[in-house]
């Protein structure tokens, strides 16, 4: 399968900064998605990033708070704005080759907010 | 996409077979079985994924109930490397763009030696 690779792998922000996520696939993609996983949690799904178009986000994510841009197949952005602790989670690059494909998810960015 | 419920954690001897099971009582027809696991400080990671039919890789054994209301994942001899949390999930998959992943809470495996 494609490798993700996500910069920044970690990182410490203060609280009313933003932080630009960057994702990487090694080979052109269909599907592109942004999941946040809070401290003990399970992962939740914030948005499928459309190559050319606006983000589809769920339900409780607004692009005002994690504007996510995606110029190609194979490279996307999620920007964490005006963060606060709450804000302090892991963020997921996850991708699907082709329909009937299985996801595959990156290591993910360790976002800590003082 | 149709719900699933896990047991909160399990645990297993090294070198015995781990068998998860999962209830989805609310699958529907088009609705694929597949299974994740997450390491610690790791992102999720693809064991494998069914329909109806019984599936097997070379990580794990995907056993579906004829009614397709429940599974079992099982993983034939655990090692110590296999301790991680495990998520079974339901989502329309063949044919469709739409199918997106929706995490529960999972079952925290551990493997003691």
């Known amino acids: 399968s494609a490798v993700i690779s996500q910069k920044p792998s970690r990182d410490i922000c203060q609280r009313g900064t933003s932080l630009t996520i960057q994702c990487q696939v090694d080979s052109q993609v269909t599907m592109m998605f942004w999941y946040r996983q809070q401290p003990g949690q399970s992962l939740t799904l914030i948005a499928t990033a459309n190559q050319g178009s606006e983000a589809t986000y769920e339900s409780g994510f607004v692009i005002d708070k994690f504007p996510i841009s995606r110029p190609n197949l194979t490279f996307s952005t999620l920007t964490v704005s005006n963060m606060s602790p709450e804000d302090s989670s892991i963020y997921l690059c996850?991708?699907?080759?082709?329909?009937?494909?299985?996801?595959?998810f990156g290591d993910g960015t360790r976002l800590s907010i003082l | 996409d149709a719900k699933t419920t896990q047991p909160p954690s399990m645990d297993c001897a090294e070198g015995r077979a781990a068998n998860l099971p999962c209830n989805h009582s609310?699958?529907?027809?088009?609705?694929?079985v597949y299974w994740y696991r997450q390491i610690h400080s790791q992102g999720p990671q693809y064991i494998i994924h069914?329909?109806?039919n019984n599936e097997t890789n070379e990580m794990a054994s995907l056993i579906i109930t004829e009614d397709r209301k429940s599974s079992t994942l099982i993983l034939p001899h655990a090692t110590l490397r296999d301790t991680a949390v495990y998520y079974c999930?339901?989502?329309?998959?063949?044919?469709?763009?739409?199918?997106?992943?929706?995490f529960g809470r999972g079952t925290q495996l551990t493997v003691w030696p």
């Open positions: 999930i339901v989502r329309v998959a063949r044919g469709s763009t739409l199918g997106r992943l929706y």
């Open positions: 069914g329909l109806k």
């Open positions: 996850s991708i699907r080759d082709s329909p009937n494909q299985p996801q595959h």
């Open positions: 609310t699958i529907s027809g088009n609705e694929y």
